[in-house]
């Protein structure tokens, strides 16, 4: 099987678009014609299953019905009012309440009281569709009430092809599920890797994704992740950005339980002509819901760098609280960074906080470093070689370790050296 050429036009979109002239409101990914799609995936785990299952959609229906005995359908008489009240607007003779499309599109989802309709996944459904088809056989991660799961994938380049995973996790009532993700590998002629990924984390449930990109060569990376968190669940993503190309990360999350939370942890390295980018949405749908979105960074070369997140503090999430903050260092002239934090509220009682730190490393610093002997090539060397050491001391396991260390002897000759001793 070969893939067709494929464009998807609005891929990482963010839910309320800025100016058009910023070209930050989404991206492009285009798959070209002629892949083989042979997907090079590892699963390790007891209860990881590669099978055929609706494990995922059953627990989505299951919270679906749990949700509109907590969340009763408008009466006859309150749908009536709501009718007069939008007629009147309609003929009120300012014009009416104007909408944006973002604003209508919202209120559909909203009215349609549907936790399916709401579910998304970061990067888009076209592209997430076509990562599902391109991976086949769907990867299934249960965990049941109170039970401890660990599972790893490991995802491979295969050069000239497109290897790609799907992977569900359904984590039962106060279960814990940790899945490590590891893309690796090194191809140089049109090689793309990618993986798509939805999580339901039940009443209490606490799930940990560590997702490991550390791709030798020029492939391009697709990531897409779709979050759901039930009352009281808790879960916490890493992402580690070190090699490939391109990469495309999207994530979207639904808090849609009381005190739930989510926090997010984004490490990337830029560098020579990479592009990477970033699309995260967080949905506060339950009271007293929390999120943290924190990024740290190092472009360096030509890299170029797009980060879009958006905080969505939705009618009715009481007490919430969500905050971003990115940090990132510039090391050299060429690069190309932006940063778009967005905080959306319809609802009074809550908190929303974002910021940015961002800063190139100043001539002075780089007259000190060379007045001690290093070039500005090695001062680049230095900053990029202590990013990856760090992803590789954080690594959540040791396929995830050996990947970074490999980038990082690719990298930076004599870089492997670093971890002779625990090899």
């Not at 090194?186 to 339901?200: I, K, N, Q, S």
């Not at 039930?230 to 950005?241: G, H, L, M, N, S």
């Not at 506060?284 to 943290?292: N, P």
């Not at 610093?365 to 001391?393: C, D, H, I, N, T």
């Amino acid at each position: 099987m070969e893939t067709q050429s494929m464009l998807f036009e609005h891929a990482n979109a963010m839910p309320a678009p800025t100016w058009h002239h910023l070209r930050m409101n989404e991206t492009e990914i285009e798959i070209p014609a002629g892949l083989a799609v042979e997907p090079r995936v590892t699963v390790n785990g007891a209860a990881a299953l590669r099978a055929e299952t609706d494990a995922f959609e059953t627990a989505l229906a299951d919270a679906q019905a749990a949700w509109e005995k907590e969340h009763p359908a408008p009466t006859e008489a309150e749908v009536a009012a709501r009718a007069e009240f939008l007629a009147a607007e309609a003929d009120a003779t300012y014009g009416g309440t104007a909408q944006s499309s973002y604003q209508a599109n919202a209120e559909a989802i909203e009215e349609s009281r549907s936790l399916a309709v709401a579910f998304e996944t970061g990067i888009g459904e076209e592209a997430s569709a076509f990562l599902r088809f391109a991976a086949g056989e769907c990867i299934v991660v249960e965990a049941a009430a109170g039970q401890k799961v660990d599972a790893q994938v490991i995802v491979e380049a295969v050069e000239g092809a497109f290897s790609a995973a799907a992977i569900d996790v359904v984590a039962a009532p106060d279960s814990v599920v940790n899945l490590s993700i590891v893309v690796t590998g090194d191809a140089e002629h049109a090689a793309f890797t990618g993986t798509t990924l939805r999580v339901f984390a039940g009443v209490g449930a606490k799930v940990g994704v560590a997702r490991t990109q550390a791709l030798v060569g020029s492939a391009v990376d697709l990531d897409d992740m779709g979050l759901f968190a039930d009352e009281r669940a808790a879960i916490d993503v890493a992402q580690t950005v070190l090699g490939a190309a391109q990469t495309f990360t999207g994530l979207a999350t639904d808090l849609r339980g009381d005190s739930s939370r989510i926090d997010i942890a984004t490490r990337y390295l830029g560098r020579d002509e990479q592009v990477h980018d970033f699309n995260y949405i967080v949905r506060h749908h339950g009271k007293k819901t929390e999120c943290d979105l924190q990024a740290n960074g190092v472009l360096a070369g030509k890299s170029r760098k797009t980060l879009r997140g958006t905080i969505d503090l939705i009618r009715g999430a009481k007490g919430a609280q969500g905050s971003e903050n990115e940090t990132v260092l510039l090391v050299d002239d060429g690069v190309r960074n932006k940063t778009v934090p967005i905080i959306l509220c319809n609802e009074d009682d809550v908190a929303g906080n974002h910021g940015a730190t961002i800063g190139h490393v100043r001539d002075e610093q780089m007259f000190y470093l060379a007045s001690r002997g290093l070039s500005r090539e090695a001062a680049e060397s230095m900053f990029v070689g202590a990013l990856v050491e760090g992803a590789a001391l954080d690594a959540s396991d040791s396929a995830a370790r050996e990947a970074v260390v490999r980038l990082g002897e690719a990298t930076i000759p004599g870089f492997a050296a670093l971890f002779d001793e625990e090899a």
